[in-house]
Nanobody, 117 residues
Framework: QEQMVESGGGLVQAGGSLRLSCAAS????????MGWFRQAPGKEREFVAA????????SYADSVKGRFAMSRDIAKNMVYLQMNSLKPEDTAVYYC??????????WGQGTQVTVSS
């Protein structure tokens, strides 16, 4: 059974850094890309970053460009999100997801990131 597990969340002061990890395990995933999303209380889930699995190119939401960096380890089926210069508005539950070519169809349970001012 496919499983996505995020880790690395926590409480950090504004201006600090965190590194999130996400492991995809189970049967062989057909991974076209992997993405990070986040959902703050009372808000819709929003896109944060994505990485194309084969080529490694990345894309970011405007709100995190220049502060966040996504990377991958193909051998381990893992992705990472390095988050620097964190702001209170980055507070949310962060989710990783696998895109199989048509849609994001596998999601993790999420990891909480809280940035204090």
């Amino acid at each position: 059974q496919e499983q996505m597990v995020e880790s690395g969340g926590g409480l950090v002061q504004a201006g600090g850094s965190l590194r999130l990890s996400c492991a995809a395990s189970g049967r062989t995933f057909n991974i076209h890309r992997m993405g990070w999303f986040r959902q703050a209380p009372g808000k819709e889930r929003e896109f944060v970053a994505a990485i194309i699995w084969s080529g490694g190119s990345t894309s970011y939401a405007d709100s995190v460009k220049g502060r966040f960096a996504m990377s991958r380890d193909i051998a381990k089926n893992m992705v990472y999100l390095q988050m620097n210069s964190l702001k209170p508005e980055d507070t949310a539950v962060y989710y990783c997801a696998v895109h199989g070519g048509l849609q994001y169809n596998y999601w993790g349970q999420g990891t909480q990131v809280t940035v204090s001012s």
